[in-house]
């Protein structure tokens, strides 16, 4: 097991309870969270390989499937999550294909698959607009790995929107998957982190929250953006800093939360220490030229 040491959180304040303005986050529970005995898990990962991780291509809201090696990685996630002993009662995706199939691995392997899932947009990746289909090390070359930098992993600047051009315009915005939602106004053309996380927090706030703190072991199975957002928010890492996480495929982490859902400790992996700071290495050296 790994602890994620790098962005440790500041001191709690009432200001930084996730879901504060929700029932049961006040200055009575953090005053009294050191001695306090009642605590919350809730474990996430990133999805397997997709085909265009393998390939090395902006993604975002393209449906790619999971690789060989991507099943065999949820699957390798499964067998980490019950080696831990982790039971779930709920569980929560995003419309994509390769995380709600990573979570159909993972609940297999754990004997879990009658458990709820609940499936939402919200928590899909980042919209990579114009950019999406493209080479990540192909696009640096001819932008510039700055640019590309920026681009992917930026706070506050998205990607040039994705045009009626771009070969994946149609199978993105008229999947029959969005018909119930976002709404056409929330419909992404491309989206910044910033953007990324003002549409999961709600989901976060409004419907994960209240889910642990009634008492249930939840798994979030989603995309690097996504989480990043989550993480961001329970961390409070900075704007800067959050640009230098990196999340590898398919190994799980986790937190334990008080009653504020502030979190107890850093986040930790479930995995081999040097087999984590290697995927995470791998996933930082995407968007370089070569």
């Known amino acids: ?18 879901g504060g303005h929700q029932q049961g986050c006040n200055l009575s529970a953090l005053q009294q969270r050191s001695s306090s005995s009642k605590k919350f898990l809730v474990v996430m990962l990133r999805h397997g390989e997709s085909e265009w991780n393998q390939k090395n291509l902006f993604c975002g809201w ?31 995706t995003s419309l994509l294909s390769r995380a709600q199939d990573t979570l159909k691995h993972i609940l ?14 919200r928590l899909n990746e980042r919209h990579y607009g114009n ?24 706070y506050d600047t998205p990607p040039p929107p994705i045009k009626k ?33 003002k549409r999961t927090l709600p989901y976060w706030d ?13 798994i979030i199975t989603a995309h690097g953006n996504s989480l990043r957002g989550i993480i961001k928010h329970l961390d409070k890492i900075s704007d800067e800093a959050i640009m230098q996480l990196n999340l590898p495929t398919a190994v799980p982490f986790f937190y ?21 700071k290697k995927a995470m290495e791998s996933v930082a050296n995407q968007g370089k030229a070569k």
């Open 1 to 18: 097991m790994i602890v994620l040491q790098r962005f440790g959180r500041a001191n709690p304040s009432l200001s930084q309870c996730s």
């Open 62 to 92: 393209y449906d790619a499937p999971l690789t060989e090696k991507g099943a065999k990685e949820a699957t390798l996630a499964g067998k980490a999550i019950k080696d831990a002993k982790i039971n779930f009662d709920i569980a929560h």
């Open 108 to 121: 297999k392997e754990i004997g879990q698959e009658c458990i709820p899932v609940h499936k939402t947009w």
């Open 131 to 154: 950019l999406t289909g493209l080479n990540k090390a192909e696009t640096a070359k001819k932008y510039g790995e700055k640019q590309v930098k920026i681009w992917r992993r930026s």
């Open 165 to 197: 051009d771009n070969k994946y315009y149609e199978c993105i915005t008229k999947d029959p998957r969005y018909c119930e939602g976002p709404p056409p106004e929330e419909f992404p053309k491309s989206e910044s982190l910033k953007m990324t996380i």
């Open 256 to 276: 334990e939360l008080d009653e504020c859902m502030v979190p107890l400790a850093p986040m930790k992996f479930l995995g081999d220490p040097e087999t984590v």
């Open 206 to 218: 409004n419907v994960i929250v209240p889910q642990i703190r009634d008492g249930k072991k939840l």
